[in-house]
């Protein structure tokens, strides 16, 4: 088989080009395929070693974020979802698709339950976040392997991660938060705005399944691939031709793409 990446698109999902564009240049090949495609078999998941589930607004959240999405996975292709999971085969889900992730109970998935025990509220600030945040590692994983930081933006109305106490305690003593949002100096957050955009418990940016194959985040790393897309982009690349040097074109960002691709290798 083939190492290829299957990414969802659907109505109002939004990211799924800069998600292929993304893996394309951490060196995985990916189709891009509407999810009733998937439903009607034109497409067979196992075909497949990774699934996207890219950012976007879909069927516009009219009963929540990322709820119609799940429920039509799981009232079609439920089955065919588990086995892939059941698989050596990684997940990834991206803002919307970390909301879906969790509305079907596949994150976090303790002991594998999945059963939904987790959420993601309205912001705090009761309004649609687009700002720059900056995360870093919240445990070891393949998927964190080598990454400092991640500097990225957020676009979302409902990113508030909660759990319950019992259910953070877990996520915690399991080392299954996976990204936390922090400041620039790299300190934690402190669920303070606007370095984590939406009250998060525990500055929660990302979560992993507990057998690590699945990730879910907020924050939009395929967004930001091209070093100019930063905060500080143009001064870093100004500062550069001051100094005689040229500025990288990829973004640090590029390198959770790269991780999920090594897993395979």
Known sequence: MVDKALIFSGYGVNSEMESAVALQRAGMASDVVHVNDVIAKRVKLNDYRMLVLPGGFSYGDDTGSGNAYAWRLRNNVWDELLEFLDGDNLVLGICNGFQILVNLGLLPA???????????????????????????????????????????????????????????KRLEEKKLVAFRYVKPDLTLANREFPFNPN???????????????????????????????????????????????????ESHNLQLFRNAVNYFK
């Not at 992993?208 to 690349?237: C, N, T, W, Y």
């Open 199 to 249: 009250g998060a418990l525990s500055d929660i940016a990302g979560i992993l399944s507990e057998d690590r194959k699945v990730l879910g985040l907020m924050p939009h790393p395929e967004r930001a691939m091209e070093s100019i897309q930063l905060r500080d982009g143009f001064l870093q690349k100004e500062l550069a031709r001051r100094a005689g040097k040229r500025l990288s074109m």
């Open 110 to 168: 303790f002991g594998k339950k999945r059963e939904r025990t987790a959420a993601l509220m309205p912001n705090q600030s009761g309004v649609f976040q687009c700002r720059p945040v900056t995360l870093k590692p919240a445990s070891e994983s393949f998927w964190t392997r080598g990454i400092e930081r991640v500097d990225c933006p957020v676009a979302h109305g409902e990113g508030n991660f909660y759990c319950s106490a019992g259910d953070l």
